[in-house]
């Protein structure tokens, strides 16, 4: 069920989606941060990522807020709309997450509504195969490509709010292959892999690696993005 935060009342969904204008973290972020998920899967990667910065989490499922409903047409809409709600709830800095699974034959569908495709399919293992019976009921042929699009935004209770974006490329692969990560990984080759995402480790997904070049999950990349203008250097590896 998709509720509003009381949070958002009186403030209109297209005011809620913008980011700030001239947006800049005068102080490096610090101290305890609302991760605005009620993804398990998203909610351990966040972790994972924030982890070596010494800022401590909550999650908005910990602290028993509701979920927004999500009225923005692209991931960074989204993912501002939700950190929005969850800053202003908890009175502290949140940090949400937009993404999904954009197919180049389905016009970049499922996309935004990843979650949401999923949930009217009966869970992911139904959604996969319904994709791949919408590809071969369509006139492309494999091999399909596909991306990972997200959106991590920042936002303060006052409503300020940035986004951050990442993406990676690569292709389908039906039957879904591996049983680790979440939602559609198992059917995600990225480009230069012979495995899935469903058959990599979280940390062969979406670790930083520490020379600076790009991590390999859109999560990942986006977050590097993230780190470089809102966080401070590293305490751990
Ligand atoms: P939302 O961002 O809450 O709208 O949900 C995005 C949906 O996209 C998730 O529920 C997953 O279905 C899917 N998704 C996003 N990121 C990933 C990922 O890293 N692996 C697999 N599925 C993902």
Do not use: W
């Not at 990667?45 to 982890?51: F, G, K, Q, S, Y």
């Not at 409903?69 to 800095?93: C, D, H, M, V, Y």
């Not at 499922?110 to 009966?122: E, F, K, L, T």
């Not at 230069?192 to 990349?221: C, V």
Request: glycine content about 12%.
């Amino acid at each position: 069920m998709v509720r509003h935060a009381s949070g958002n009342r009186g403030v209109t969904p297209s005011k809620l989606c913008l980011p700030t204008p001239g947006f800049k973290v005068k102080a490096k972020l610090q101290g305890q941060i609302v991760i605005a998920t009620h993804n398990e899967g998203k909610l351990a990667e966040m972790r994972d990522l924030l982890a070596p910065y010494g800022i401590k989490t909550l999650s908005s499922g910990e602290l028993g807020l509701p979920e927004p409903e999500e009225t923005g047409e692209t991931f960074a809409a989204n993912a501002i709309l939700k950190a929005r709600a969850a800053a202003q709830l908890s009175r502290l800095p949140a940090f949400a997450d937009d993404s999904g699974l954009c197919i180049d034959a389905l016009n970049g569908e499922p996309g935004i509504h990843s979650a949401r495709y999923a949930r009217d399919a009966g869970g992911f293992d139904q959604a996969m195969q319904k994709l791949e019976e919408a590809l071969a009921a369509g006139p492309h042929k494999p091999p399909f490509k596909a991306h990972f699009g997200c959106a991590l935004a920042l936002a303060f209770p006052d409503g300020k709010a940035k986004a951050f974006e990442g993406r990676v490329f690569g292709e389908l692969v039906f039957p879904p292959r591996g049983h680790l990560g979440f939602g559609y990984d198992p059917i995600f080759r990225p480009e230069g892999f012979d495995q899935t995402f469903g058959e990599m480790t979280r940390e062969e997904k979406h670790s930083i690696p520490a020379d600076g070049s790009p991590g390999l999950s859109h999560r990942a990349r986006a977050f590097q993005l993230f780190a470089k203008s809102c966080l401070d250097g590293r305490t751990s590896n």
